[in-house]
């Protein structure tokens, strides 16, 4: 690249020489476009000096450093491409003065024009314009505006297709979180999209105006351990969860579940069909108007089942396999724990636990587990079809399930724990439905970690400015629970949507393994 290494090409003490740049591009654009007559060599000359001269304004340190700020914090094109212009404007304003093409934009469309030109009779001209498009962090070549702008209408025709295919169930509360009609039409609700960190920053705010108390502690927003954070801190981390909230909400309603998931028959296993009574679908999914009926852990809670409040939504199953393939499996997760595969749970709510994913998806995934891992998971995975027979073989109404074919394995030591929770609020955020655990431990009373079911409590509706929206109606009893303790070959199934549940903080190293099932 040729330098004059004072200042730019052309220019001698701030005195311009290539005045008239533009018109000269503009003449000779239109000759083209007439007689199909070439640039002149003169003009090549004079358009490589302002490119060079634009090189040299777009290399300042400072300038750099913006550029590549914007690059980093914008993944949106468009944005990026608008944002950019009047910066890079500020940097081309003298330069474009010196070479005498018109101001702001309308010099930007000539110079791409006269530069698009030079280029047919100069190829080092557009290597010239490439490097330059490189220093602005763009695409060497540059797509024209046009595509760009198809590109957008064509990811908005996309995600209004998928709104639309998404059932009303799923679109309404998505709707109503960004605060319009349950029943808004797809169109409405894409054209919100773009909105979301910004609703997600009100709906921050929102929570903050109760006040910390509202929002720290047990069953809230935050657990305890932010009591002594900062606004600031506490004001990001509900931020942040709110925008994770919509967009998972978001992603529930435009992937479809068939995408991802498979039929629980195609893991139909006897297993699974000869464990599963109507007593387990009584349980599981028994009538919602009754009352006084007994929690099914008889066994366990017998004298405190009937505090709960809810004489459904949890199925409990003792000894259903052989502590010998409990204590093989726990082997073999010690070994995926020192190869460094158990990893920590991200979750601010899920202290100090750690877990694996094991995949069943192909054949050499199932081959690749270890085999007493394998046998569980398989038995675990027979588990929907056969609550879907029994169901309909005693005439229960149960909804569709479907098998999305991982299962985690989780570990809790002693200062790990998960404060209450539920699995999914209202199948919105995940479409997890039925929560399957298989504890593999050999528990003695003292050894902590039991599963902690709540009793709920109807709170006042807060529709619309929370994590569950319509669900805020329910809240957990954090006075009514029962504990359960993680015995071996001991399977509880709950309702993912409806039930609170914590994990206690365990004394001696727990192992669970855990499916969740997947409806609509
Ligand atoms: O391990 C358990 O008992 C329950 C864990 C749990 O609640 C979860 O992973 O969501
Ligand atoms: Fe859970």
Redesign the pocket.
């Known amino acids: 690249m040729s330098r004059t290494g004072h200042g730019y090409a052309g220019t001698t003490n701030g005195v311009t020489t290539d005045a008239g740049l533009g018109k000269k591009f503009s003449e000779a654009i239109s000759a083209n476009a007439r007689e199909k007559q070439p640039p002149s060599q003169a003009l090549v000359e004079d358009g490589r000096r302002l490119l060079e001269a634009l090189m040299e304004a777009y290399m300042d340190a400072e300038f750099q450093r913006e550029v590549c700020r914007l690059r980093e914090e914008i993944h949106d094109e468009l944005r990026f491409l608008t944002t950019l212009g009047p910066l890079a404007a500020r940097a081309q304003e003298p330069v474009f003065q010196c070479f005498g093409l018109p101001p702001g934009q309308r010099g930007v469309i000539l110079m791409k024009m006269g530069v698009r030109l030079l280029s047919t009779v100069s190829p080092d001209i557009k290597e010239l314009a490439g490097d330059l498009r490189e220093l602005l962090c763009l695409p060497r070549e540059e797509e024209d505006i046009t595509s760009t702008i198809k590109k957008a209408e064509s990811e908005f025709q996309d995600l209004q297709q998928k709104i639309a295919a998404a059932p009303l169930e799923l679109r309404g509360p998505l709707a109503e979180a960004f605060l319009l009609p349950y029943n808004a039409s797809p169109v409405e609700i894409a054209q919100a999209v773009p909105r979301l960190p910004k609703r997600a920053k009100e709906i921050a705010d929102h929570h903050m105006a109760r006040g910390r108390q509202d929002i720290i502690g047990e069953g809230k927003l935050l657990g305890s351990d932010m009591a002594h954070a900062s606004d600031e801190t506490l004001q990001a981390k509900v931020q942040d969860m709110f925008e994770r909230y919509l967009q998972k909400m978001l992603s529930r309603v435009i992937t479809p579940l068939d995408s991802y998931t498979r039929a629980p028959e195609d893991f139909a296993c006897s297993w699974a069909r000869d464990l599963v009574s109507k007593q387990t679908i009584q349980d599981l999914w028994g009538s919602q108007t009754c009352q006084t009926a007994t929690l099914p852990v008889r066994d366990v809670v017998e004298d405190l089942s009937s505090q709960l409040g809810f004489s459904h939504g949890v199925a409990i199953l003792n000894d259903t396999v052989s502590v010998k393939v409990t204590r093989q499996a726990r082997e073999e997760l010690a070994a995926l724990e020192t190869a460094g595969a158990v990893t920590p749970s991200q979750d601010p709510c899920?202290v100090g636990?750690r877990s694996v994913w094991l995949h069943f998806e192909t054949a050499e995934e199932r081959e690749k587990s270890p085999p007493a891992l394998r046998e569980l998971c398989e038995h675990l995975l027979g588990l929907p079809h056969a609550l879907l027979a029994a169901a309909e073989s005693n005439s229960v109404v149960a909804s569709r399930l479907r098998v999305h074919p991982h299962i985690?394995a989780?570990t809790?030591r002693r200062g790990a724990e998960?404060h209450c929770?539920k699995?999914s609020y209202s199948g919105t955020d995940n479409s997890r439905m039925v929560?399957i655990?298989l504890?593999l431990n050999d528990w003695q009373p003292g050894d902590g970690g039991e599963?902690r079911l709540f009793g709920t409590k109807q709170v006042d509706a807060d529709v619309g400015t929370g994590p569950g929206l319509r669900d805020a109606a329910s809240a957990p009893d954090l006075e009514r629970f029962v504990d359960v303790a993680?015995l071996s070959g001991r399977v509880?199934m709950f309702r993912s949507r409806e039930i609170w549940?914590?994990?206690r903080e365990p004394r001696e190293q727990?192992w669970?393994m855990?499916l969740w099932v997947m409806a609509d």
């Open positions: 899920n636990a985690m989780a809790y998960y929770h699995d929560t655990l504890y599963l993680p509880v549940h914590a994990v727990r669970a855990t």
